[in-house]
């Protein structure tokens, strides 16, 4: 029973770890974690219910699991072959492209769950000052 509950920390440990891991060596996993957070400010700040939360919380999920998985892939294949590989290629483009049709449909979800013009107004008066609201819109494009 004990070995068990090792074995089962043991991995979590290691799904923990190649998540770190590809949080320090991948530039886009941070680019998608930057999103995440600047979504999430902008949907406290839109007062998301909590159904448009757990919509986003998949979205955000779907989309940094996508990324682990083409992480994976990618190392994968640079661990098979160190040259160019036209079978090599398509792998890693198709794992890409995986990866860009969950971010696009992600947006494509959010524009549906933030669309309420009488939401935007609230959001507006949250951040009234002038300085808020070019940072609200710098970040909401970065983002």
């Known amino acids: 029973m004990i070995r068990m ?16 891991q590809t949080l320090r060596e991948e530039r ?12 999430s400010w902008f949907a406290f700040l839109y007062g998301a219910t ?25 190392k994968t294949v640079d661990l098979i072959t160190s040259d160019y590989a036209p079978l090599a290629k398509k792998a ?5 492209g ?4 969950g971010a696009v449909i992600s947006v494509i979800v959010a524009v549906f769950l933030f669309r309420d013009p009488l939401h935007w107004a609230l ?5 009234q ?10 970040f909401a494009v970065l983002a």
Do not use: M
């Not at 909590?50 to 990618?74: D, K, P, R």
């Not at 995986?98 to 049709?101: S, Y």
């Not at 959001?123 to 951040?127: D, G, H, P, S, T």
């Open 28 to 39: 886009n996993f941070r680019i998608h974690l930057v999103a995440v957070f600047f979504v």
């Open 92 to 96: 890693k483009d198709a794992a890409a």
């Open 98 to 101: 995986a990866v860009l049709i």
């Open 129 to 138: 000052s002038p300085v808020r609201i070019s940072c609200f819109v710098v």
């Open 50 to 74: 909590a159904s448009q939360w757990v919509v986003l919380c998949l979205l955000f999920g779907g989309v940094l699991a996508l990324e682990l998985v083409n992480t994976a892939v990618e």
């Open 5 to 20: 509950f090792l074995s089962i920390f043991r991995g979590f440990g290691y799904a923990l770890r190649g998540i770190y």
């Open 123 to 127: 959001v507006l008066q949250k951040i």
